[in-house]
Nanobody, 119 residues
Framework: VQLQASGGGLVQAGGSLRLSCAAS????????VGWFRQAPGKEREFVAR????????YYADSMKGRFTISRDNAKNTVYLQMNSLKAEDTAVYYC?????????????WGQGTQVTVSS
């Protein structure tokens, strides 16, 4: 599966962005999907994940209530709606997919999209 992330950009604190992750080569229907991010000088961290059916979501604590992950299996696309953005959300965001429903070590990664939040 090839994953292509998009939708990043520059936004002011308090604003919103929606990231997309389009898959090609194989359907994402049978995989858990998620988003991770990596800020400058920091390790990559988990953001959110979604089960293959779309029925189960899980978020990192700092994203709860602000971020929403969703998927459209018909479009083979995963989304991350980010609201109330903060400067500390600035990072490169990566989408990922795997057979592991917990996405502990995803084997499929997108190329990353930069999100910059100005304070």
């Amino acid at each position: 599966v090839q994953l292509q992330a998009s939708g990043g950009g520059l936004v002011q604190a308090g604003g919103s962005l929606r990231l997309s992750c389009a898959a090609s080569g194989r359907t994402l229907r049978n995989y858990a999907v998620g988003w991770f991010r990596q800020a400058p000088g920091k390790e990559r961290e988990f953001v959110a994940r979604l089960s293959w059916s779309g029925g189960r979501t899980y978020y990192a604590d700092s994203m709860k209530g602000r971020f929403t992950i969703s998927r459209d299996n018909a479009k083979n696309t995963v989304y991350l709606q980010m609201n109330s953005l903060k400067a500390e959300d600035t990072a490169v965001y990566y989408c990922a997919a795997d057979n592991d429903p917990l996405l502990r070590v995803p084997h499929m990664w997108g190329q990353g999209t930069q999100v910059t939040v100005s304070s």
